[in-house]
């Protein structure tokens, strides 16, 4: 799943991996046609999880979403 703000394009979509759901989230910027330029953030993986739900909330909040 993701977001677009202003020039940005934020991909909080979760790593689903053996059971478990890892948070995390990618921040690309986009050009004027809409785009994508470059990845210039990188979260990691923030967490393991059991659902995809709380893994996806989680990469929000590092992207600052909530």
Same mark, same amino acid.
């Given at each position: 799943?993701?977001? !677009? @703000?202003?020039? #940005?394009? /934020? !991909?909080?979509?979760?790593?689903? #991996?053996?059971?478990? @759901?890892?948070?995390?989230? /990618?921040? @690309? +910027?986009?050009? =004027? !046609?809409?785009? *994508?330029?470059?990845? /210039?953030?990188? =979260?990691g993986d923030t967490g393991k999880y059991s659902n995809g739900k709380t893994a996806m909330e989680v990469a929000? +909040?590092?992207?600052? *979403? !909530?």
């Amino acid at each position: 799943m993701h977001f !677009d @703000y202003k020039q #940005f394009r /934020i !991909d909080v979509t979760p790593l689903a #991996f053996h059971g478990h @759901y890892f948070a995390r989230a /990618i921040v @690309y +910027q986009c050009g =004027s !046609d809409g785009e *994508l330029k470059e990845e /210039i953030r990188w =979260s990691g993986d923030t967490g393991k999880y059991s659902n995809g739900k709380t893994a996806m909330e989680v990469a929000r +909040q590092w992207a600052g *979403l !909530d």
